[in-house]
């Protein structure tokens, strides 16, 4: 599958690879250490909680509105801890849902059986940079939160494509450069991101700081659309998410209070793709359908 490695952004290159193989296992770890934060954060009534929220329920969206049959394949990478998987499987699709941290694997099946819907969702420990599914075997390709932690974002991103079926659906995020918080956010902002990557990593190579989970460098629309193009996949659906909470040098500039109000009032004019907002969301949501004939499982 064909890959761009001018988008450096996205970890691409042999010592970007050697680098972030070194720091997966750091990954992996806070995922460990967190793993029921991501469970309890959709019940959060803060605005951080909101902003998942409004994540998966676009996803749903988008999803529903695709038409797929009942026994449409669905892959959803980084599945954490299942609850997309099972709701998906309560519509009634096959569910194969993996991650790389067994806790979150658990919990997926917990949530599977609680729900009635063992029997549609299977799971797996994977690696989503070497998929163990044959080539076309989805009709969906689900990778929420994943793409900021991966070592090779764009090898990993080329492997879905792999195992979608010709003209079958890539569903994913990433983050974003341009996103209003990172340039409110000293500690965030994407110009700084380089020199903030190099400091950190001669911190811990003379033991002055911990070593901590590292996300890529947030990346721009244009530089999703060429990878997208690049992974022979066309564009079907794009918009930004998440607006708040907005911090400079992790404090909070406003309470929830008025935080959540601001971010429904920006959020909706980045939906009515207003021209100041569309682009300014903290992340990239975007489907993708692959090049080929045949094979999806839609309904007639």
Request: net charge positive; proline share 4%.
């Amino acid at each position: 599958m064909p890959t761009n490695g001018r988008l450096k952004g996205l970890g691409t290159g042999r010592s970007a690879t050697r680098l972030g193989e070194r720091s997966q296992s750091v990954v992996d770890a806070h995922f460990e250490e967190t793993s029921s934060y991501w469970e309890s954060i959709y019940e959060d009534p803060s605005l951080v909680g909101n902003v998942y929220r409004n994540r998966r329920a676009v996803t749903l969206a988008w999803i529903d509105s695709l038409g797929l049959r009942a026994s449409a394949q669905i892959l959803d990478v980084g599945c954490g801890r299942g609850l997309l998987s099972t709701m998906l499987a309560s519509r009634g699709f096959a569910v194969t849902a993996v991650d790389h941290v067994t806790d979150m694997l658990d919990a997926t099946r917990r949530h599977a059986t609680e729900a009635g819907v063992s029997d549609r969702v299977s799971t797996g420990l994977a690696d989503v940079h070497s998929l163990e599914f044959g080539d076309g075997s989805f009709d969906l390709v689900i990778a929420l939160g994943v793409v900021p932690w991966l070592h090779s974002p764009t090898a990993a991103m080329a492997e879905m494509v792999r195992v979608l079926k010709p003209e079958g659906f890539l569903l994913a995020s990433a983050d974003n450069r341009g996103a209003l918080t990172g340039f409110v956010e000293p500690l965030e902002n994407p110009v700084l991101h380089p020199a903030r990557e190099m400091l950190k990593r001669v911190l811990e190579e003379h033991g002055r700081r911990h070593r901590a989970a590292k996300r890529n460098r947030p990346i721009s629309r244009r530089e999703l659309d060429r990878l997208i193009a690049s992974l022979g996949l066309e564009r079907v659906r794009w918009q930004t998410l998440g607006f708040g909470p907005f911090t400079v040098f992790r404090r909070r500039l406003l309470p929830d209070s008025l935080g959540a109000p601001l971010y429904d009032r920006l959020q909706a004019a980045a939906d009515r793709g207003a021209t100041a907002w569309k682009s300014t969301g903290a992340q990239h949501l975007f489907l993708a359908r692959k090049n080929g004939e045949g094979g999806l499982g839609l309904r007639p």
